[in-house]
């Protein structure tokens, strides 16, 4: 496992707000990363893990990155990982746990365009849109579709009897 700050970016969508991401940006990191056989290992919470704390136009990074390689998979226990709030710092730190028993998956979210026929659809999304917040433009939208969401899922366990399930 190789854990830390590398400075640098995987993928066009690692970067948001500042400049596009470059191929040139990414090439030489991204082969570094292939030769030496390494692989993101997926983590929870923050996608991306250090901000350059503006309060306009904010820039969002994922450049803290958490790695493994084939070996690790086949020889240590499962793990879980994530990259904390920020605090006074510009990263977010990083977090590996062992996990003593498989986690249940939470299912990703399905939205069924039947849903939009319900006669309460409307009123939830605007609830759900209008709710006031503080925090940075992303940090509302991401909030307001958590919100959506979880408005959404009712909706479907009460009118739909859960047809996603």
Known sequence: ??????????????????????????VDFHNC???CGLMNLPSQRNMYTWSDKHAEHRIFLKIDWIFINDEWLSTMPECASRFLTEG??????AKVTLVEERQK??????FCNIWAK????????????EINLEGC?????????????KGLRALNAQA????LT
């Open 160 to 163: 739909f009897n859960n047809i």
């Open 33 to 35: 990363v292939m030769e």
């Open 105 to 110: 998956i939470r299912r990703t979210f399905q």
């Open 118 to 129: 319900h006669f309460q659809f409307m009123r939830i999304v605007k609830e759900g849109w």
């Open 137 to 149: 433009k992303m940090f509302k939208v991401v909030k307001r579709l958590k919100l959506l969401k």
């Open 88 to 93: 006074i710092n510009d990263h977010c730190p």
């Open 1 to 26: 496992m190789v854990i830390g700050d590398f400075n640098a970016v995987l993928n066009a969508d690692d970067r948001i707000g500042g400049k596009e991401v470059t191929w040139a940006e990414v």
